[in-house]
Each structure stands twice: as structure tokens, then as C-alpha cells.
């Protein structure tokens, strides 16, 4: 998130100007494409499946719907979908095609490759007609977008009428003393994590950092409501670690 007064946003241990994000955040996944997934699992403990899987129960996708899961990186909400909904298609976009790389690797061991697309491109500038897509997801990418306002607006006009969107992203922990415990795991063990696995300590300090920053459940409410989606709502996972948004465009 920027900071509205000198349009610069905390970057690792530096402070970047806005249009310096994108080709950092890109660095930042370039860097863990082929280790991402085995650190999503370290770092979550195997947590971020669960909440995946519980985005896909509200989401309850249906037979021949077409998704466009946006920062898709290595398909993990793609493949979920495809599993659940038959005769399905699902784009998966992502900026940074290393980690689409990956995606396709899982697609080719999988049965689904043909179900599948995988695109390079832009949350904040979408290379589709306007009501292309049934359902737009987007998880753990929003918070790394440069302008948050302007994806939404893309994920509405993107939608057709009476299309879903939905949101998984670490939120805020509405108890004090619970948020206390959660930055002091997050703050010093995910960094270690990163240099331990990964072999990169700056990236996962960056993305420690990022979560902090992101608004709390009801901004980021007001944010997609903004956008013009309606019936907006959100679950807390793991008592608000992350959180999930649903909006939908009538
Ligand atoms: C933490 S990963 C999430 C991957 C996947 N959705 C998941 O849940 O495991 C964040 C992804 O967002 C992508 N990303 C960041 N900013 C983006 C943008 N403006 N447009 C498209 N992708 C973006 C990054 O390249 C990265 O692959």
C-alpha cells in the first residue's frame, strides 16, 4: 500500500516509489517461482490449503462456468476449481511467468492441461472483453498490486452480470493481543523460513511486511463496494489471519 503523502511504499528494508513496485514485487516471485509452493507449506504449515479449500466451498463453482483467477501464479485455485466444477475452463493470470511455468508443469502431470490457460499479464490492465467470466478469483495477489482500486475495477468489468467475485488475502486479527503473536511468528520466523528454503531473505521480509499493510476487513469491503460489486461479505479464516471476500457484479 502506498502512503498517500509521498506515494512511496515500504519495500523489504527500503522505502520504493510507487511505480517502482511492480518490478520489485515481479523480482520478489521470479526469485521463488520454483520454491513457492513447497514455502507456501512451510510457512502456513499446510494452513493455506484449508483456506483455499473453504474459498472454493462458498464459492461452490458450477459445470461449465469459466473462471479467471488473476495473480494465479502456480494454479493452485485454478486446479481446485477445475476439480469441483465440471466441464469448466479456467484462465490463469499471472505477471510474472515463472511462476506460470510451474503452473504448467502441475497442469502437464494433471488431467486438466486442457481446461487450462495461462496468460502473462497485468491485474490493473486485463486483456479480456469486458463480461468475459463467470467468476474472478484472486488469492494472496491483491495485497503485491500496485492500485488496488483500479483491479477491482477491472475484476467487475471483466465479470458478466451476475458473475462472483472473490478475494482470499491475509486481513488483520481483530484481537491485540492475538495480532502481537501473529507479527512476532511472522516478523521472525518467515524471513528465516525464506533464507533457509528459498534461499532468499528480502523477498519474505517484503511480503511479511505487505500483509501488515494491507486494510483491515471492512476497508477492504468498502474498496470492493466501491468498485460497484454488491452483496459484499467476508469470513475471517483462522480468526482473521486471512480473510475472504465474496462481492457480486448484478
Ligand atoms: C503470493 S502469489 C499468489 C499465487 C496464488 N494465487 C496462490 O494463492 O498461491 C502472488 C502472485 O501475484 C502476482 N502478481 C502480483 N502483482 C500482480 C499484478 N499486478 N498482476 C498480475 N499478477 C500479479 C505475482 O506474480 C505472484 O505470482
Known sequence: MSDSD???????????????KAGLVHGVFSNVASK????NDAMSGGVHRLWKDAMMDWLAPRAGQ????????????AFRFLKRAKEAEAVVLDMTESMLVEGRKRAEASQRADQLDWIVGDAMALPFEDSAFDVYTISFGIR?????????????????PGGRLMVLEF???????????????SFNVIPRLGQLIAGDRDSYQYLVES?????????????IRAAGFENVSYRNMTFGVAALHSGWKI
Request: proline share 4%.
Open 6 to 20: 509521498n506515494n512511496t511504499t515500504h519495500f523489504g528494508y527500503r522505502d520504493v516509489r510507487e511505480d517502482e
Open 144 to 160: 503485491n498490486v500496485t492500485r488496488i482500486e483500479d483491479a477491482l475495477s477491472e475484476a467487475y468489468r471483466v465479470l458478466k
Open 66 to 77: 469459466r473462471l479467471l483467477d488473476v495473480a494465479g501464479g502456480t494454479g493452485d485455485i
Open 36 to 39: 513457492y509452493d513447497i514455502m
Open 171 to 185: 486481513s488483520q486479527l481483530p484481537n491485540p493481543l492475538m495480532q502481537q503473536a501473529y507479527d512476532l511468528y
Open 211 to 223: 500483509i501488515r499493510k494491507f486494510p483491515d476487513q471492512e476497508a477492504f469491503a468498502a474498496l
